[in-house]
Every structure is written in C-alpha cells, then in structure tokens.
C-alpha cells in the first residue's frame, strides 16, 4: 500500500485586523459598528495588544477633587503610524510627552469602537496617565446602531457594555471610555440610554481599577442632537449616569458659571471642552489656548483640551519639537502637575523616537525610528524666565533616541541655578542614592559643575496643590558624593553605565 500526502506550501493570509497588510506587521486597530462590537472575542492575534505597562501610581490620585486636564488626541482619522505595534521607521512622527501636566489621555476617532494603540497605553501608563477609548455612533448609521442596542432594551444595551467592559479589560488593559452619541434618538433609545451608561460605568469600575467613562456633551434628554457647551438640566441626566461631562466647545463664561452652580461638589467631573484648532466661536484656540484654561480655573472646573496636535499638524514637523515646549509652555501656569510617589527611578528621557537607536551613549543604528512603547519616565520641561529652557536633544542620548538638554545663559554673580525636572511625593527614605550622567557642552563648559538637588516639604503642602508653584522648601540638600557605589549597587550600575563616552557621571 502506497500513501500520498499532499502538502500545501501556500502560505496562509494573515487576518487583516491585526496585521499590515503591506508589511505584515503587527498593528492596533478599531470595531465597526454593532456587529463587530458583538462578535468581538479575544484570540491569539490579540496577544501583540495588550498593554505592558500596568498604570503607575502619581500624587495627586485621580479622585482627588482638584481640577483635572483631560488630553483628547484627534489626528488625521487616527490609526496613523502609531498603529504599528512594534514600531515603524517614521521620519518626523508626532508624540506626546507632556504627561505630568494631565490627568487623562484619551485616543479618538470616528470609527464606532476606538480601542487605542497599545503604544500610546503604554506610554500614559508608563507616566501614570490613564487611557480611554471612545465608542461613538453619528449620522443615519448611528442613528439605526442605537435604534438596534439602545431602543432594544436591558438585553440589547447590557450586551454592548459587557463588550465595551470586556475589550477595556480583558486584553487591552486601558481605563474606559470616552462615549460620545452624536445622532438624534427616538424616545424608546434615550429612555434607555442613562441606564446604559449607568451600567457600562459599572462593569467598568468592576473591570478595570480606577476605570472612568465619560459622556460627551451631545444629545438631550429628549433625544434631539443639540451641543449645549454647558452642564444643564437637559444633559445633566447623562452626567449622573457616569464619571464625566466633556462639554462641547463653543461655550462662554456665563455658562462655565451655570456649569459650576449645577455641578456642586462633582465641579472637577466636568471637563469644558477646548479646541485647539479654534473651529466656531470659540475663546482661545492655538498658542492662545491659554486664554480658554484662564478662565476654566477661574471656575473651578476641569479643562478637556480637544486635538492639541495642531501643532504637529498646522505649524508642520520640521521644528515640532520647539513648537511643543512653547505650546504647553504657554499653558503650564493652568495645569496642576503631578508627582511620583514610587521608586525606583530611572529614565534616560526617550521620546520613544529618534534618527538613531542609542546605546550606553553609543549610536548603535542609524537611521529614523518610531515606537512609544519605548518612551521612558518624562520630565516637567520648566521654562526658566527666558534663561534657561528644557527641551529634547535628537542628536546625542544615552539610551534610546533623545536625551535632556538644558540650554541658556546664566547671567553673571550668579553662582548656582536649579532646574525641577520632577516632583516626587513619599516618606523621605532613611538612605537615597543618586546617579546622574552628563555632558558639559559650550565654550565655558569647564566653568560649570553638574550636581542634583533634593528639596523637601511639608507633606500636607503637596496633597491637593500644584508641585509647580509650591512655597519655599522646608529643606535644601546637596547629596554628598561618593568615591564608589554601596556593595549592593555596584553592580547593578556597572550593568547600567558600561562607559561614559564623554559624559560626566556623579
């Protein structure tokens, strides 16, 4: 007896989801409409999606009652090179690095269900900022998608937010959802559309620890498709039902005054609504922008700055880094900033981008590369009255693909100037060991001498207030230097600093 068997070589598609179908890569991606959002399961293939990174503690925690600043990140349809799970040779990308000036990071589009990039997760996360999806429905479509969920009844509708909650969770590890219905509704789907939010807001907070959703200013509760820039009775109903209200833009102070009366004690659960590229009639907008967060704070209230890549877009990518320092640079007077309140830390200052893959101060590969789930611990970037600046230096790093470069004139009698690059908020422990590598550049670069500072406060002063406008320090110390690292660290920084390649290390 003869057996044949016949092999079949032909390589299998892989499946278009979650994979490039140009290079073959691995990448994030978006559900649309009802269907894929009810057939969603996890598989194999979402194994590249999950997040890494598991949400850093920071101080102030997100619950504090201080006004908060909500990121809604809108470009270009989205899904860009940044859907490129394990990254891309992307020349110029955008990234956001700003992150101890906000609280929550949300990923949009307007796609039905916008799971955000895994790179972008693990970034936030990486700085302690929360990450949120949105699921939107708009236009004819949503109207027949919400007609279908939410008109369907508890069945219908508890089926949607157990997937919502699922996907969060279950393999995607982000923090909830930014829920946004921009259709008008019969009276059978806005009936049931706060017992929907109600109930996704509690499978999330039941899947995800700290989970948030939170409902953009839309429809009323009527059904009809009216922004009303404001918190109000017609659209308070939605806001009970959840952790939020992100208002629509074109408001003015009168309603920011509403706003306040209505909300009460939940006032930092509202997030007034900014646009950045100033579109209607709108405060502020661009490198004005700061003129919208003004008067926000003045009310107490919680700011939502909508697609602040129009810097990368509108002033181009070739000076986009500057043009990032000036942008929140303009802002930072209105943004609370938040603390680290783990260690250890370490970071080198990645981007998580580059024109060359840095290693121990080597370039060890040239050429453009994009990949956020390697950008490391970001720090506050002051501005020092004109004189001196931070910013992110391309052209020479230790590890990754940038370093921090601190730039300016210090002007003459002046004997010592100090940078805050960051706020850290815990028990002084009894013994903290520093390193710091550095190199001096400039004509009078032997003048100077590199040192870290450690300042001190009060534990109550930092609780609720703004680590960037803190009072005078309770103390001021200079770490003495020692002639060789403690048995116990010499080898983890023999590990870490295999040559100096011309830097300083104290």
Known sequence: ????????????????????????????????GLEELLAWQPNSNDDFNISAVPLAKRQPPLHSRRPRTLVCHDMRGGYLEDRFIQGSATRNPYVFYHWRYID??????????????????NAAHRNGVPVLGTFITEWTDGEKMCEAFLAGGEEAFGAGAEQLARIAQHHY?????????????????VGNLPPFLRDLTARVHSAVPGGLVIWYDSVLQDGTLRWQNELNEDNRVFFDAC??????????????????????PR?????????????????????????????????????????????????GEENFLQNENRFWGLLAEYLPTHSICT?????????????????????????????????????????HQGRLSTSCCLQDAWCGGSSLRLQ???????????????????????????????????????????ALEVTTWDSGTCLEGNPTSLPEPNGRYHPRFLPAPPPGLAKLLAACHRGSHGRGNR
């Open 1 to 32: 007896t003869v057996l044949h068997d016949t092999i079949n070589d032909r390589p299998q598609p892989l499946p278009a989801r979650y994979f490039d179908t140009k290079t073959t890569e691995p990448i994030s991606f978006f559900l649309s």
């Open 343 to 383: 260690l250890p830390l370490a970071t080198s200052f990645s981007l998580g981008m580059g024109t060359s893959r840095f290693l121990d101060g080597k370039d060890e590969e040239s050429g453009p590369w994009y990949d956020l789930s390697m950008q490391e611990i970001q720090p506050l970037y002051p501005e």
């Open 243 to 264: 952790d939020g209200l992100f208002t629509n833009y074109n408001w003015k102070e009168k309603q920011l005054e509403h706003t306040l009366r209505l909300a009460g």
């Open 173 to 189: 590890r982000f923090d909830g959802w930014l829920v946004n219905i921009e259709n008008t509704l019969s009276a059978a789907a």
């Open 104 to 121: 929550i990071f949300v990923y949009f589009s307007h796609h039905t269900v916008t799971i955000p990039p895994v790179v972008w997760t």
């Open 267 to 315: 006032h930092a659960d509202v997030y007034v609504g900014v646009d950045v590229f100033a579109r209607g009639d709108v405060i502020g907008g661009g490198f004005d922008t700061d003129k919208s967060l003004r008067l926000i704070r003045q009310h107490s209230l919680s700011a939502a700055i909508f697609a602040p890549g129009w810097v990368y877009e509108h002033l």
């Open 408 to 450: 300016g004139t210090i002007p003459p009698g002046e004997e010592r100037v100090a940078v805050r690059l960051f706020s850290l908020q815990m028990p002084a422990p009894p013994k903290l060991f520093l390193t710091l590598l550095y190199k001096l550049e400039g004509p009078q670069s032997d003048d100077f001498v590199v």
